[in-house]
Structures are given as C-alpha cells and as structure tokens.
C-alpha cells in the first residue's frame, strides 16, 4: 500500500465559463456541445438496441484474438486488451500460469484449467501490457485512461459511434445482484436465434445466474465519499469496494477470472465494475472542497496504450483535466451517498450523531491534542484469523486526556469535529487465505449490539513469503497490508445505544461475500493468517 500521508495537497484552480464548465475530477473542463453519457446498467439495458450493440463489440474482439499477434487487428481484440491490464507469462511480472495456480488451494485449481502463457509479440505489447496501476497514486488515473480506450475500441467493433460504456451501480442496494445479461452462456439474438453469450464468463464464483447478490454493507461507499482526503479516499474505493467486487465475483482472490488481477480484465463484468469505480472517482470530485492532487509528479506521469488503428499512444496524467480528452460523463455523479441527509455539496463534513459538551476544552487544546491522529485504544497483540469467527476485545484508554478524546470520538462535538478509523495493520499470510471478513464492532458487555465496520479482501495481494518477481505494488510488504475502516458513526452508534463504552469488541466473520449464493466461506488452512496490531485512531476532521 502506498503512503496517505506525503502527497501534496493541491491548490484551487480558477474555473473559466467558456461555453459551460463542469468539474470533471475536481479540474475545469469545458464541455462542447453535448457530452454523451454513461449510464447505469439498468438504464443502459433497457434499450435492447445498446445491449446488442455492447455484445457485437465484445464479440468482434474476442473473434480477434485469433488474428497474427503481430498486426494491428490483434492489437483491437479482446485479448490484448486484457493483457494490457495484466497477463501470465515467463516475461509478465505477474509470473505464470504454472506459478499462480501453485499458490492456490487445490480446489481452486480448476479454474485455470485452460489457461495458458502469454508472451508479447513485440516491443509494442511489452511497452503497453501488464501496466496496471493498483496501490500507487494513480489507481483511478490509469484505469480512466484505460476505460477511455478501450471504448474506443468497443465503438470501432460495434460500428456504433455512440456506444458507450455502462456501469454496474451496486452502490445502490437495489442493483446488488448481477446484471442478467452477463449470468447466461447463450441469449437470443435479435434474429431470434439463440447463440454463445460473448458476457458471459464461466469462471466466476456459482450462483450469479440463480440470483446470488453482493452485500450491501460492502458496496456502501457513503463515509468514503465525505472525506476530503484524495489519498485516502482512493485508497479507501481501491482497498475496499473495488477489491470486494473483484474477490466476491470470482470464488475469492487470487483466482481467477476477476480475482486474479493479471487475468481479471478478461471478465466482460470487469469493465462495468471498472465504470463504476471511474465514476466513484467523478462523484468525490464533483463535491465542494474536494481537490485532486496539482503537483507536477502526479500530472506529468505518462501512460501509453494503442488508438483504434492499433498505434500507440501516450497521455498524461493533466490530459484528464485540461478538457481536450475526456467527452463522457456518467448519469449519476453528484450526490452519490445513499443517505439524502448526506449531500456531497455540503460544506459540513461531519454531522455528529450526538451533540456533547467537552469540559473546559478550548479550541486551542483540541488543536494540541490533534495536531497529528492519536490512537484511542490500549496497544493490541497479534490475532490469528484460523477460524470461521475470531473476536479481539480492544480496551480505550481513559488516562490524561484520552478521557477527552474518546469522549469526542464517542459522542462527537459540532465545533470540533472528528472522525475514527479502525486501522488493521501488519496483516500477513503465507499462502492465499482465500475467503473475506466481515469485520464488526461489538459491545464488549453485550455482544448483541453489533455495528458493521468493513470487509477484509486480499485483491492484488501476495503472501508475504512469495518469492516469484513481482513489482512492489502486487505484494504484501514484508510488514504486512494495512487496512482501514471509517468508524465513526459506528462507534457513536454503540455509544449512544448503551450511554457508555470502555471496551469494544473486534469481531472478524469470514464470508464468501456472497448473499444466496451456494457456498460458505472456506479459510485456506495453509494461510497462517495473522493481524498484527488492531487500533482505533482518532484525527481531527479538516
């Protein structure tokens, strides 16, 4: 994971009213004539006209992959796409097919029956493919740039000009499950003849064509979105909602299709899934007070991928702001929270669940006391997650003034604002641990009352013992991943219900992630899963 905290913080830029503007990623951008649209799957499918022209696209290139991998077709097809994302191969830094099925429980071995190496055709494929950007500063950057392309690519299959990626908004608790279009192996075409699915993919998790869903906690993007932070907010899509998705689709991570990120691309439900972390990415810029990062290391980064003529072409990181590239915008990108009470043009951040009177404290010393985060709690030992439920009682500290803090991080103060993140560090393993957790805050004296405060994926993580080539940003450090929750309103919410908190229950669920789906989470037993320290941290909200 890469540090939240070093990352200059950029400044205002003046908004110009050439012919309209809107901010696109929190930078002006003038929009000429009309911009077309990218709608929410529901929407989208209720033209047949656009899900035929969607599934021509898809099938167009997948019919590509067999053309000579040294001409331009094949640099249009389905395949090379993917690979531009990731691939398995002797020269890949993901390794190889033989590699990545080894580190697998054997009952997941299946999956990569099928599968084999690649290796690129020329100097062109080794500039363009394998160039995912997963824990670095430019997670949503690079992925809009390879969205953006890759419609471009879709419109030159269909032959369709307006075609136009849609998203999977699972955001919204009424789209948990996954579009039907994508769950079946054939469909009737227009014509009336029923023929092979180009959306459908045979390796994900059992259940999605007999109504399996996600969960709704998990896919609830609402504290992310209230916080000003750009590091922290793409870290907190990146680590959590997007990673879920990724694990939950596929039997769990790393295996493939969607749980793989060298293969995942490859799932058609990974480009919708990938819209609708690029419009995540447009509703927290869209919200007043929130600034991309303006240094020039972030906006000079350059990355290269192929136009429609199959030649390559290289973008900066400012060609998404300055206007000249990006002609889309998504249905829904304001207000995006779940809850009407929380509208993103809010210049409150914070709306405390109960009002409370700090004795004596000045502004004064809640600046001292917050100049930098503080943890709340007693420090932690080492927890192994080896069975199915594990549960930490986390005591808060109650000398000096902690006894201040918790009382804010508790019951909260409107003229000094708060908030509180669970932060899971030092997570280690061996091998995959191959399922998720729930993670929940319990009152320790009464177990009954239980507040939900996240889920633990493993997406774009290796064990800590790997010893195969990868790049940094796909492997767990050797002091472990580091996850992390908001829990604010968590907290105050077990609080308020019991009037006084000293000591909090962690409680780790392993889940598939799944809901209705035909399995139950399995914990690989050779994982050796292990969270070093569990720690509440309190910071002042800016």
């Known amino acids: 994971m890469y540090s939240n905290h070093n990352i200059c913080r950029n400044a205002s830029l003046a908004i110009g009213r050439a012919i309209a503007t809107i901010l696109i990623v929190g930078f002006p951008v003038t929009v000429r004539a009309q911009q077309a649209v ?3 799957w529901q929407e989208f499918a209720q033209d047949g006209k656009r899900v035929e022209s969607f599934r021509k696209a898809v099938a167009m290139m997948k019919a590509r992959n067999s053309a000579d991998h040294g001409s331009a077709a094949y640099r249009k097809s389905w395949q090379y796409w993917a690979n531009i994302h990731g691939y398995f191969g002797p020269q890949s830094r993901f390794g190889t097919v033989a590699s990545a099925r080894s580190r697998v429980p054997s009952m997941y071995r299946q999956y990569f029956n099928g599968l084999s190496d690649a290796t690129p055709p020329d100097q062109l494929a080794k500039d363009v493919w394998a160039n995912c950007q997963h824990g670095t500063r430019w997670f949503f950057a690079w992925h809009r740039l390879y969205l953006f392309y890759f419609e471009k690519q879709l419109q030159d299959a269909a032959g369709d000009p307006t075609l136009r990626l849609p998203y999977w908004d699972y955001t919204n608790p009424n789209h948990l499950t996954m579009p039907a279009e994508f769950t079946q192996p054939t469909y009737v075409h227009g014509n009336g003849v029923r023929q092979p699915n180009p959306l459908f993919e045979k390796r994900r998790a059992p259940g999605w064509d007999r109504g399996a869903s996600l969960d709704s906690d998990s896919t609830n993007v609402d504290s992310a979105l209230r916080d000003r932070n750009f590091p922290t907010y793409q870290s907190d899509i990146e680590s959590n909602v997007h990673g879920y998705v990724h694990c ?3 039997v769990d991570c790393p295996v493939v299709d969607m749980g793989s990120v060298p293969y995942s691309s490859n799932d058609p439900i990974f480009w919708i899934h990938h819209a609708n972390i690029d419009r995540l990415w447009s509703c927290w810029s869209n919200a007043s007070g929130h600034r991309n990062p303006s240094d020039n290391a972030f906006l000079d980064r350059s990355f290269s991928f192929v136009d429609i003529s199959g030649q390559k072409v290289s973008k900066m990181v400012g060609d998404l702001f300055n206007g000249a590239l990006i002609d889309y915008r998504y249905e829904k990108e304001t207000n ?6 929380l509208a993103l043009d809010s210049t409150s951040r914070e709306e405390p669940l ?3 009177k700090i004795a004596e404290m000045t502004r004064e010393k809640f600046n001292e006391l917050l100049a930098e985060p503080k943890s709340l709690n007693v420090p932690t030992k080492p927890v192994s997650l ?3 439920t594990t549960k930490v ?5 109650d000398d000096n003034d902690m006894k201040t803090l918790n009382s804010l991080a508790l019951q909260g103060s409107p003229a000094m604002p708060t908030k509180t993140r669970l932060i899971l560090s030092g997570i ?3 091998a995959p641990p191959t399922t998720k957790f729930y993670v929940y805050l319990e009152d320790a004296a009464n177990p009954q009352r239980r507040e939900y405060a996240g889920t633990i994926n493993f997406f774009a993580a290796e064990p800590h013992t790997s010893s195969h080539d990868h790049e940094a940003e796909a492997v767990v450090p050797q002091q472990g991943l580091t996850r992390e929750f908001d829990v604010t309103e968590a907290l105050r919410k077990l609080h308020n ?6 000591d909090v229950t962690v409680a780790f669920v392993a889940t598939s992630g799944r809901h209705n789906g035909d399995e139950s989470a399995k914990i690989n037993p050779k994982a050796r899963l292990t969270v070093k320290s569990i720690d509440f941290q309190i910071s002042a909200t800016k």
């Open 38 to 40: 990218r709608l929410s």
């Open 386 to 388: 080896k069975d199915p």
């Open 248 to 250: 939950t689709v596929s």
């Open 393 to 397: 009682k986390v005591t808060l500290r």
């Open 354 to 356: 109960a009002a409370t």
């Open 428 to 430: 280690t393993f061996d």
């Open 497 to 502: 219900e019991k009037g006084a908190l000293t």
């Open 336 to 341: 995006c929270s779940r809850s009407t009470l």
